[in-house]
């Protein structure tokens, strides 16, 4: 492998990583100090306002589906259950997508070079060889679209919040996907520990 083929496959490998860094969620979650989560075994999902019937909607209702999924799929790992009637807590979700500015850099290299001269000590040309040197970054703004979910629970017998988890994800497409959704949950319920 010559110098410069290493150094296209380091550049690549470093984009590889920055970008699966940049597609990581980042979570945030909000607890109630004073609440026992100790105590909070069931829960219920709030229901969602009621929307006019709509190729929109129904790709809403998607989303909503996506959005439960998860949720429960995290909640029942930490011993959750859903309930109809008189649950511990009840539960609800946001889901916002918007437009953003975000800071990009690219590094800049300089092409590699080989350069000949004629050894007349020896009699013959040899050459040596010039690697692509770093120069910097390129730095620019681009547009991008951000998704956040975020996921709120009530307790039932006193109407207080007592955990807000928030997760903001870049999105790929122009609307959130079930994996994007997925990420976000899990990485809200990596830091909620039901256990306090």
Request: hydrophobic letters at 35%.
């Amino acid at each position: 492998m010559t110098l410069r083929s290493f150094t296209w496959v380091a550049a690549s490998a470093f984009a590889a990583v920055a970008f699966f860094t940049g597609c990581a969620s980042n979570a945030h979650i909000e607890k109630d100090e004073s609440a026992d989560f100790s105590k909070y075994r069931t829960y219920a999902w709030l229901d969602q306002p009621a929307a006019k019937e709509t190729k929109k909607s129904r790709k809403n209702d998607l989303t909503e589906t996506n959005i439960r999924n998860a949720v429960n799929k995290q909640l029942y790992k930490n011993g959750w259950k859903e309930v109809r009637s008189n649950p511990d807590v009840m539960i609800s979700y946001d889901l916002l997508v918007e437009r953003n500015q975000k800071q990009q850099q690219d590094p800049v290299y300089s092409d590699a070079f080989v350069r000949r001269y004629y050894n007349r000590y020896t009699g013959r040309v040899n050459t040596i060889y010039y690697p692509s040197q770093f120069m910097g970054y390129d730095s620019y703004s681009t547009t991008v679209k951000e998704g956040t979910v975020t996921i709120t629970m009530i307790d039932n017998r006193t109407d207080k919040t007592v955990f807000q988890g928030w997760a903001t994800n870049e999105l790929v497409t122009s609307n959130i996907s079930s994996r994007e959704i997925d990420q976000s949950v899990k990485s809200i319920f990596k830091k909620f520990d039901a256990g306090k």
